[in-house]
């Protein structure tokens, strides 16, 4: 085969451009030269110029009597957006070829050939959403005439409805970094009498104080939106997030100041830009009563253009304010959440004297804090272990404990913690040393697990230092407190 030299610029970007932008494509057909070309499609940023300027050429040349293979050139448009600029970028050619495709396609569109494009847009072009939302509306019409019934299947049966679930998302965020209109509505600090009728209202449901602090370890304590009747604030950190999707459940809590009580509920943003409600009280008539009320505080509460005017007149102007506000927040739950006993106030009992006691302290009160998030059941420190049982399990194994590992053992034999990360027991210890050989670990013992990743927790023979394994790599992290350090990191 013959070997493709690369010259200089004009070289690396004709093979760019015969390949659309396709890497691995590139390399195994370069070769040696790869090396050479990507000098030059890093240059300046030259690769993006180049998908930039290939992506408007194919666009254009998109035209009312040459809309062949339309699905083709949509569908590279979306790969190079995907992979080397931001899709906003090329919006309104986009638009316009789809537009010439949408007034001349005689058969079933095939609508799966933009959903990669406007999966970008969502994920990198939030401020300029606008730009995309005519495709989204002219799409969607076309599609209620043309293929009503697969519009409405799920995303996961038909590409329509895939479109359909995108353009619900699209629509939710446009609205989020709109400029609210006037009304009477405020970003407000969070005052203590609020906060009570909350704590008065949840206690008086549960009746108990494990379960509402649970329940209450991820209230937006510092503040929420305010008109006459109602303060709602957001009951989990997904609340504000920008991130989500239509089908995504999301938890508030809500005040009724005129009947002076409160309540937490779930909601869901439906196809329609309302919000359908889910209580776990007997509230749910009072949901009902105010639901178009919290349906409008709710797109208030999540507009980004109203939360930043709010955070300004606190100080933060930019990013560089945010870690005093985000200080102050945690501030505020955590002053609320003092007020009950802690979920996990029998653990603290149980924490000796010894050198590492500060270190078991910072372990639990990360444990106290993640409860809200995973819940009580997920976190386990079981009975305690005796020198005389460690000292036998090590002359029966042949491996010695470290010292503070060893301290730790005493507070605590097996530990699970609700970040799926677990310290074994001494008789699991070690349960995966035939694949640390196979990987040519050998001399690491593994302690533990470390989160949903497959990673694991060991430690080593030769240092007694702790390390994590995974994807065939062992990265050291230290001594015992390193390591507990390094999780509340985590």
Request: with cysteine.
């Amino acid at each position: 085969m013959e070997t493709i030299e690369i010259k200089d610029e004009k070289s690396a970007k004709a093979v760019f451009c015969e390949n659309f932008g396709n890497d691995y494509q590139i390399q195994k057909l370069l070769g040696e030269n790869y090396s050479r070309y990507k000098e030059f499609s890093k240059k300046d940023g030259n690769s993006k110029k180049w998908a930039e300027e290939l992506c408007r050429n194919i666009l254009e040349g998109i035209e009312p009597g040459n809309i062949a293979d339309y699905w083709k050139k949509f569908d590279r448009v979306g790969c190079l957006t995907e992979y080397y600029f931001p899709a906003y970028l090329i919006a309104e050619p986009f638009v316009k070829a789809w537009y010439k495709v949408l007034e001349n396609e005689k058969h079933p569109l095939y609508v799966g050939c933009i959903l990669k494009y406007l999966e970008r847009f969502i994920a990198d072009s939030k401020n300029d959403i606008a730009l995309i939302l005519p495709l989204i509306d002219k799409t969607e019409e076309y599609l209620k005439q043309n293929a009503p019934e697969a519009l409405l299947q799920s995303r996961y049966v038909s590409k329509e409805g895939h479109f359909r679930e995108l353009a619900s998302d699209i629509r939710r965020i446009a609205n989020e970094y709109s400029v609210p209109e006037k009304n009477s509505y405020s970003f407000v600090k969070t005052d203590t009498e609020i906060l009570n009728i909350i704590k008065d209202s949840l206690m008086e449901e549960w009746k108990n104080t494990d379960t509402v602090k649970e329940q209450l370890s991820e209230l937006n304590c510092a503040y929420g939106v305010k008109d006459d009747e109602i303060f709602l604030t957001g009951a989990s950190y997904a609340s504000g997030s920008t991130n989500l999707h239509s089908w995504d459940i999301i938890e508030f809590a809500v005040v009724f100041l005129k009947e002076k009580t409160a309540c937490l509920f779930r909601c869901k943003l439906e196809n329609n830009g309302e919000f359908s409600f889910e209580s776990y009280f007997n509230k749910y008539q009072l949901l009902k009563m105010y639901s178009a009320e919290i349906s409008k505080l709710i797109n208030y509460y999540r507009n980004q253009k109203a939360r930043e005017q709010f955070l300004a007149e606190q100080g933060v102007h930019d990013w560089r304010d945010m870690s005093k506000w985000n200080n102050y927040e945690y501030a505020c739950r955590k002053k609320f959440l003092s007020q009950y006993p802690k979920v996990l106030r029998n653990v603290y009992t149980k924490i000796p004297e010894c050198s590492i006691k500060e270190v078991i302290i910072h372990l639990v009160d990360q444990c106290e804090e993640l409860i809200g998030s995973y819940g009580i059941k997920e976190t386990d420190f079981a009975s305690p272990l005796t020198e005389n049982e460690i000292a036998e399990w090590e002359k029966d194994k042949g491996i010695r404990i470290p010292d503070e590992y060893r301290e730790f053992l005493k507070f605590s034999g097996r530990v699970n913690l609700p970040c799926y990360i677990n310290f074994y027991g001494l008789n699991q210890i070690g349960s995966c040393r035939e694949y640390l050989d196979k990987e040519e670990f050998y001399g690491f013992n593994d302690i533990g697990s470390f989160g949903g990743g497959g990673a694991t927790l060991c430690i080593s023979a030769d240092d007694e230092y702790f390390y994590v394994w995974q994807d065939g790599e062992m990265n050291r992290l230290g001594n015992f407190s390193d390591t507990i350090n390094y999780i509340c990191c985590e």
